[in-house]
């Protein structure tokens, strides 16, 4: 049976990660390990993400899957665990919204400051000519 891990990452594991958000497009600005979370399959990482603290909001970036273990649900799975973990709403800026409207963020047209670099430059940038979507998943009330 496949074992699944989520955790922190150690620094070897961040170092890793690092060259998956390079070859995927992905926010590696700023990074550190306290913000991200694995997911190990059999011991090998499969998936990450992280939330990042602005001064007005919290973003939830960088999340990817390994390319040989995309198609089973462990994107679904670390993004979940992430925000099992937060205590407030959290913003995120995308080009594939579809994938984050099944975990219950909603578009928005108005949003944090904090989010207006990445909105405007970053994506733009590493995703020309895809549609960019802002969005927000508001935390419920316990
Ligand atoms: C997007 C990504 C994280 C999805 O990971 P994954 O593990 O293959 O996704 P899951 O298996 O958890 O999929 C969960 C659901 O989302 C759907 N989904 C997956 N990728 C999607 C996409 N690009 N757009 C819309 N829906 C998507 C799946 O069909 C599945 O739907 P279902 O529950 O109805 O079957 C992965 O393809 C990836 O790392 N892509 C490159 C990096 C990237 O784009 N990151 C997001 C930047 S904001």
Redesign the pocket.
């Known amino acids: 049976m496949s074992k699944v891990i989520i955790r922190e990452p150690n620094d070897a594991e961040l170092i890793h990660i690092k060259s998956f958000l390079k070859e995927?497009g992905?926010d590696d600005s700023g990074i550190s390990k306290e913000q991200f979370k694995i997911l190990l399959y059999n011991n090998e990482i499969a998936?990450f993400g992280r939330l990042k603290k602005h001064n007005d909001c919290i973003e939830l970036?960088s999340?990817?899957?390994v390319k040989e273990?995309?198609?089973?649900?462990?994107?679904?799975?670390i993004v979940k665990n992430l925000l099992s973990e937060v205590k407030q709403d959290v913003y995120?800026v995308?080009?594939?919204p579809?994938?984050f409207n099944?975990m219950g963020f909603k578009e928005i047209k108005e949003y944090p400051i904090s989010l207006k670099y990445k909105s405007e430059n970053f994506c733009e940038k590493h995703h020309p000519g895809d549609v960019i979507a802002v969005m927000k998943w508001e935390k419920k009330e316990a």
């Open positions: 995927y992905l998936a970036c999340v990817g899957v273990y995309r198609g089973k649900g462990l994107g679904e799975a995120l995308t080009v594939i579809g994938f099944k």
